[in-house]
């Protein structure tokens, strides 16, 4: 069940600190979405490509789709059509298929690339020293792929109750994000806490949360 009264403290408390709320929406039934559509929401993310589709079709044409779930290439083209950001660059193969799917679309997507900042093995994205590999042969070579739009950094910190360590992976990305936005003019996005621990990511620079649970409650399944 949807939450109005948290969801509205949650973007009371972002007023003056330009912070993006994304609702993620993934498993929630669209009666949930459109109460918070009707609440001034517009940005919900995704993490399924087939339930993502089933939304798009039947919610409001002007919801912003986040896709923030691991992205396999072989599925860009179902959502390149309408996809508002993809999240969740983890690798170059990857982003060349969005760019090849754009290209049919004549569109530009925005994307994130995810850095790998927490100990986990099992989250996905590039390595800070990779990613920071790629962004210099773009900047190299402005035309490779330029039917996307990279618009910042996106990473998730450990699963830990070691808040000194989150912390410190969101400073890590922060940094390198603003070392980025120097040079890269389309820099505008640092993608980083969910609802355990946003307060600590936007403490730490982040300007887009992604957020469930806190707003729709306890997923199901």
């Not at 910042?152 to 994000?177: P, Q, Y």
């Amino acid at each position: 069940m949807v939450n109005v009264a948290q969801y509205q403290s949650v973007i009371n408390g972002f007023i003056n600190k330009n912070v993006q709320l994304v609702a993620v929406s993934k498993l929630q039934p669209k009666e949930s979405i459109i109460l918070l559509y009707q609440n001034s929401q517009k940005d919900f993310g995704e993490n399924y490509v087939q339930e993502l589709l089933e939304k798009q079709q039947q919610l409001p044409a002007d919801i912003r789709w986040h896709f923030i779930g691991h992205l396999q290439s072989n599925k860009v083209k179902y959502i390149a059509p309408f996809i508002y950001l993809i999240q969740g660059v983890d690798s170059e193969k990857l982003l060349t298929e969005i760019n090849k799917q754009a290209l049919k679309h004549n569109r530009k997507i925005n994307c994130l690339l995810q850095v790998h900042i927490a100990e986990e093995e099992t989250k996905f994205g590039f390595s800070p020293a990779e990613a920071k590999v790629l962004l210099h042969k773009i900047i190299d070579n402005p035309s490779l792929y330029s039917n996307i739009i990279i618009c910042g950094l996106m990473g998730m910190a450990s699963l830990t109750d070691d808040t000194a360590k989150i912390r410190g992976e969101f400073r890590a990305l922060a940094g390198m994000f603003h070392q980025f936005k120097k040079i890269f003019p389309s820099f505008n996005t640092l993608s980083m806490g969910m609802t355990a621990d946003y307060e600590m990511a936007i403490e730490e620079g982040s300007n887009m949360v992604r957020i469930g649970s806190l707003l729709f409650g306890q997923r199901k399944s």
